[in-house]
């Protein structure tokens, strides 16, 4: 079943959706991230009908349903809270939609039993909304979603109450009912790994505007813009001038310190551009690495502790600061102090050059 948004655009309470367009394909797992109030819920709630759009359409399966009512759309849909009827067990809750559309008992029954069991919630279908966890509640909101058999399915993030157990186990649970019914799902979250470990195709949208649309494997190694890119832990951002290259490279000049990146980015010669390169794909050492297409020297100026990782920050001798993600014991082990003399290095493949033109974009 496939989804087309149009041209959607919709303003309420400061969250806008600007000339939304997303082509949702049939029997896909499409993911749409983004940041908190990017207007990630807002879409979903336009799709189902919740909220009225104020221009553009949405077509189902060929089928224009922008003024069709919410319950005739055959949507199934998670919200960000679970919004379980109170004075309803667990099993009623699940049957809910059944019930309405007159489904014969028996097969109201072993349709719940079974999508419960899935869930690991039989044993809870008795109780009542107030009494479970909220990973617990989250799925038995799913379980409702999943019971009618949609033709679409809808996840306002779905496993964001859950303990990282139950994450990855929902997670593994969503892929093979969205592959073995091939239902077309449309996941809404805020976490990368989650984004990039379900999603076949995805968006990352920022301000109500969608920034970047494609697989997870472009977006990830080929960033439209800074948003894009910071977004995706592309922490060291550069703008620059090109100039030749050989070998199959291009060199960005970033205020006297030159960059080697692949040929295939290359906007053209003297243009400018913005670069940049994740944290950790960079080395550190106290030696120039000889064979390496970019190795720079540098002073650390600081570092971090963030758990299992050291960001630390090296000020190369032209002056651009570049931050270096290394693991806690690789940092120790090193012996790296502030005012310490070190090379950095790191390959013309992992240089991504995420736009051209005088200002950096996003």
């Not at 079943?1 to 082509?23: F, H, P, Q, T, Y």
């Not at 990630?40 to 060929?62: A, C, H, N, P």
């Not at 049957?95 to 109201?108: C, D, Q, T, V, Y």
């Amino acid at each position: 079943m496939s989804l087309s948004v149009a041209g959607v655009n919709r303003s309420c309470g400061g969250v806008s959706l600007k000339d939304i367009r997303l082509e949702i394909r049939s029997g896909e797992y499409f993911v749409l991230l983004g940041p908190t109030g990017a207007g990630k819920t807002m879409l979903l709630e336009t799709i189902m009908g919740i909220r009225r759009q104020d221009s553009g359409k949405i077509v189902l399966d060929g089928a224009d349903i922008t003024d069709m009512p919410t319950e005739r759309r055959g949507i199934g849909y998670v919200p960000q809270q679970s919004l379980l009827f109170p004075h309803m067990s667990v099993r009623r809750n699940v049957e809910f939609g059944l019930r309405i559309r007159s489904a014969p008992m028996a097969e109201m029954r072993a349709r719940t039993d079974s999508v419960l069991a899935e869930l690991g919630m039989l044993g809870l279908a008795d109780r009542s909304p107030a009494s479970l966890s909220g990973g617990e509640t989250q799925k038995a909101a799913l379980a409702r979603a999943m019971v009618i058999e949609p033709r679409i399915v809808l996840l306002d993030e779905p496993l964001s109450a859950m303990d990282p157990e139950t994450r990855h186990t929902l997670r593994a649970y969503l892929k093979r009912k969205q592959a073995e019914a091939g239902t077309s799902f449309l996941h809404v979250t805020h976490d990368q790994i989650e984004a990039f470990s379900m999603a076949n195709r995805m968006a990352l949208i920022r301000g109500g505007i969608i920034m970047q649309t494609g697989s997870p494997r472009e977006i990830f190694s080929s960033p439209k813009n800074e948003f894009v890119a910071r977004f995706l832990g592309y922490e060291n951002i550069f703008e620059g001038q090109q100039a030749p290259g050989a070998d199959g490279l291009i060199s960005v000049d970033i205020g006297g310190a030159v960059i080697k990146a692949p040929a295939g980015s290359a906007k053209g010669e003297g243009s400018r551009c913005v670069l940049g390169i994740r944290a950790d794909e960079i080395a550190i050492s106290e030696e120039p690495d000889r064979e390496s297409a970019n190795s720079l020297k540098g002073i650390i100026e600081g570092y971090a502790e963030l758990g299992a990782i050291v960001k630390v920050s090296v000020r190369i001798e032209m002056g651009a600061l570049i931050l270096v993600a290394l693991m806690v014991n690789a940092f120790i082990g090193a012996g790296l102090d502030r005012g310490k003399t070190v090379w950095i290095s790191f390959s013309p493949g992992s240089v991504k050059i995420i736009a051209a033109g005088s200002a950096l974009t996003g």
